[in-house]
């Protein structure tokens, strides 16, 4: 059984490579289609260039070979983690990256389990109680998540939270004027934590939350769950265990396939609440024009993707017994 | 045509169509109500709602009147999410249906550059395309097409597999159909309503990312759009917080008509459910 795991996560592993491939030649395209090259920015950072030293430069970087063997270039560079050189703030690009990942996570992965954790819950509430008034409040609540910009309702958080209440801080990750460490530092993350996860899960929690009322609704309806009941279990076996197991897959393929849209929100969330992640670096790069640094971060964000895709793949295989088989 | 009237008459049908009723009607009594540029500074900065009757839903910072930049900021949000959403639509039911009815090398290759652009994150991809294209309203467009195809591209690439094999296919096939004709004549007509009925969902995502765009600053700079009114109010969120609420409670308003008609045409495009 183990060994079937481990063979489809070599599979899809390998069907990954192409994918990647592909987003690095995307990437090798945009970049391309940005009007002046890397002479013309090193030549503007100089004042003034002689037609002469702009041939030479070109010739240092390699611009004056054809498109394919850039593009090779370019490839072997990334596949040996050089993602290029943010010319603006003088440092390699996969440094600035790497420095930034860790806060993004902290931010992504607590936001993801907090809108499947809470998305299951609500929709599997609205779908026992399917008609009721309780639904319809789910459903409402849903409808208007699902209808609120990210940076809006983070706006508003703000508003409320921060400003009238002053019970959360504005932004920020951690207090700058206390030095603290140990379980006070974390404590104070956390407390900083609290608005942009919420406001990062919010679109996804109403998400997750139609999709399992429907399809909570539809295993209910199931053979399998008829016979359950017959056989006296307990409502709580029946709804959670028999039919909940079953109407996790699409939540599952869903949280895979969105994960896209969750590092998309990420930027946003960031930029609202001065979070120094990856988003917040983007922003920052596109203000400065920094295109190296801003397309290096959409290469990591989509290898992030198909990371998580991966795991929710895996993750799959262990729900899903069927998946195994196959 | 009654079972239609019906499910339009439930609550969702109605608040979908007043909605877009609403929408509709701001960007195209824009010119008329508020004439002049709506970012012309006409009065008093940071006037609140209310307070003077003049200007109903009050000033931002530098004067402008906030009414006159949400109607025409309606203009600017309805068109983009309208135009983009029918470029995504086209660009995804081309290549869907491709896929779908030449089957084989070909419907691998599209499939996987189609997982390309699923697996770079959308948002971020549509901040590349206009950061390295420039800010301008067609740029905004072509990222946001260029990124939102990819689940029309899957969804019209089912379609046509399970309408390929129908025996008025095959029949026009024996008929000697020329291949083109073929997808176009007989296949997409019969699998194209649910392709349409995403596209309003489509707009309204499209309508979002244009908002959350704009508020980074990738948008005309001289075209006023809710997103970049967000962006202006959130300057003062501390003392005038309904500088940023008031156009995004626009947006929202306009997103939830489109989720709903969505909805309210996916009930009427399926026979069995009910109204």
């Not at chain 1, 930034?100 to 998305?119: E, Y």
């Not at chain 1, 409320?160 to 030095?179: E, N, Y």
């Not at chain 2, 009065?43 to 530098?62: C, K, Q, R, V, Y």
């Not at chain 2, 030449?102 to 991809?125: S, V, Y």
Request: hydrophobic letters at 55%.
């Amino acid at each position: 059984m183990g060994g079937g795991i481990l063979q489809q996560a070599a599979k899809r592993l390998a069907q990954s490579v192409p994918v990647l491939f592909g987003v690095i030649l995307v990437n090798f395209l945009l970049m391309q289609s940005a009007p002046g090259d890397l002479a013309d920015v090193l030549a503007g950072e100089q004042g003034a260039a002689t037609p002469e030293m702009m041939l030479e430069l070109r010739a240092r970087f390699g611009l004056d070979q054809p498109l394919w063997v850039q593009f090779m270039h370019y490839l072997g560079n990334v596949l040996s983690g050089d993602l290029g050189y943010s010319h603006r703030l003088s440092v390699p690009v996969l440094d600035l990256i790497l420095e930034r990942l860790p806060a993004s996570l902290l931010l992504m992965v607590p936001a993801l389990i907090l809108a499947a954790g809470s998305g299951m819950l609500l929709g599997g509430l609205a779908a026992r109680k399917a008609g009721s008034w309780v639904d319809g409040v789910i459903s409402v609540g849903v409808l208007l998540a699902y209808a609120t910009p990210l940076f809006w309702a983070g706006l508003m958080g703000i508003v409320l939270f921060a400003v009238h209440l002053q019970w959360l801080p504005v932004g920020g990750m951690r207090d700058p004027s206390a030095d603290l460490s140990g379980l006070p530092l974390v404590l104070d993350t956390l407390r900083h934590m609290v608005l942009p996860v919420c406001t990062l899960a919010l679109f996804h929690a109403a998400l997750y939350a139609r999709l399992m009322r429907a399809s909570l609704l539809s295993s209910l309806q199931q053979d399998y769950v008829r016979t359950a009941r017959a056989k006296g279990l307990s409502p709580w076996q029946v709804e959670a265990v028999h039919a909940g197991r079953n109407a996790l897959l699409p939540v599952l393929t869903m949280i895979g396939l969105q994960a896209g849209t969750l590092v998309g929100g990420g930027i946003l969330v960031e930029t609202v609440f001065s979070w120094p992640g990856l988003g917040r670096l983007a922003f920052d790069a596109l203000l400065r024009r920094d295109l190296n640094l801003l397309l290096g971060i959409v290469l990591v964000s989509s290898v992030t993707v198909i990371a998580m895709n991966f795991i929710t793949d895996l993750l799959y295989g262990i729900a899903d017994p069927r998946v195994r088989a196959l | 045509m009654s079972r239609i009237l019906r499910l339009l008459r439930t609550p969702r049908g109605i608040a979908s169509l007043l909605l877009m009723l609403l929408m509709v009607g701001m960007a195209f009594s824009a010119p008329f109500l508020y004439p002049g540029d709506p970012m012309d500074m006409v009065a008093t900065p940071s006037l609140w709602p209310g307070e003077d009757p003049e200007f109903w839903l009050g000033t931002d910072l530098m004067g402008r009147d906030l009414a006159a930049g949400v109607f025409h900021g309606a203009r600017i949000s309805l068109m983009v999410g309208l135009i983009a959403s029918i470029t995504a639509l086209l660009i995804g039911t081309v290549i869907g249906s491709i896929a779908g009815f030449a089957g084989g090398w070909l419907d691998t290759a599209l499939m996987r550059t189609t997982e390309i652009f699923q697996t770079m994150p959308p948002f971020l991809f549509a901040i590349a395309v206009v950061a390295v294209l420039g800010p301008s309203v067609e740029n905004v467009v072509l990222g946001i097409g260029i990124t939102a195809w990819p689940s029309i591209a899957r969804l019209a690439r089912t379609e046509v597999l399970s309408v390929r094999e129908r025996e008025y296919v095959a029949a026009a096939r024996c008929a000697g159909t020329p291949t083109t004709l073929l997808l176009v004549r007989h296949v997409l007509p019969n699998a194209i309503s649910p392709i349409i009925v995403t596209a309003s969902v489509l707009m309204a995502t499209a309508m979002l990312t244009e908002a959350g765009l704009s508020f980074l600053g990738l948008s005309d700079p001289n075209l006023v759009s809710w997103g970049s009114m967000i962006g202006v109010g959130r300057e003062a969120l501390r003392t005038h917080w309904y500088m940023a609420a008031i156009p995004g409670c626009a947006l929202i308003l306009a997103v939830l008509g489109l989720n709903l008609l969505g909805d309210v045409l996916d009930d009427i495009l399926d026979p069995r459910r009910q109204a």
